[in-house]
């Protein structure tokens, strides 16, 4: 977010609201083939307008990333009582973590359709380290949510400590993200009769059993 939209709430409105609507194009028709003048006419301002809040389409795209996934990282970690949480075990807190993967998979498929589209587009679009910023300073937000969970495990020995703090989070985010936004954009092949969410439950199952300690 750059400086023009310091002190004016009115311009933090049409901020967000520009971030809204270019979520839902670039969630249903991908990254690549939407343009700024359609997010622009879409949004119900102008070009320039457009431009004096992104400069790049690089930057409304990290925009949206950061936003999107803080966004729903405050809401799932805020959708239990803070006591109640505060009483969870290390492999409790695991638990809830995976299972925001599966709340993804049930009620957010646009955050995951985007994200699949992100994840590529960020890799490849040429960029400063300072466009990219805001994005990974949400992703090491996240990483110190983690060790929260993994240094209560450790302390009252829920999670297995043969399994380093980055290969727990790196493998877990990653293979659970990677399963639920395959089945969610149709890149998984489901057998007849068979039931993703059932496939997906198995799955951070596997994980858990990997992670936590016999008896919990």
């Known amino acids: 977010m750059g400086d023009y939209t310091q002190g004016k709430a009115w311009k ?6 520009i971030l809204e609507v270019a979520f839902l194009l670039f969630s249903e028709r991908g990254i690549e083939p939407v343009t700024m003048p359609e997010v622009a006419k879409a949004s119900g301002v102008g070009r320039a307008t457009l431009y004096r809040y992104f400069e ?10 950061t936003w999107t996934w803080e966004k729903y990282i405050t809401m799932h970690n805020t959708s239990i ?3 109640e949480m505060d ?8 638990r809830f973590y995976l299972d925001s993967f599966l709340d993804l998979y049930r009620n957010h498929s646009d955050l995951l359709r985007f994200n699949y589209n ?3 587009y960020l890799r490849y679009e040429a960029g400063t380290s300072g466009q990219k910023e805001p994005y990974m300073g949400m992703v090491d937000h996240l990483g110190e949510l983690f060790h929260e969970v993994y240094e209560r495990g450790m302390r009252d020995g829920t999670l297995k400590k043969d399994v380093p703090e980055k290969m727990m ?3 877990s985010f990653h293979i659970m993200l990677a399963a639920v936004t395959r ?7 489901v057998i007849e009769g ?11 199952e596997l994980l858990l059993s990997r992670f936590i300690s016999v008896g919990d």
Request: proline fraction near 4%.
């Open 118 to 120: 992100f994840n590529g």
């Open 169 to 171: 989070f790196s493998s």
């Open 194 to 204: 068979n039931d993703p969410e059932e496939e997906l439950i198995m799955l951070e």
């Open 87 to 94: 009483l969870m075990t290390g492999a409790q807190r695991l």
């Open 56 to 65: 790049t389409k690089l930057d409304l795209v990290v925009a949206i990333g």
């Open 12 to 17: 933090m409105a049409k901020y967000q609201h």
């Open 81 to 83: 009582p803070k006591e």
């Open 183 to 189: 089945y969610a954009v149709g890149l998984a092949y």
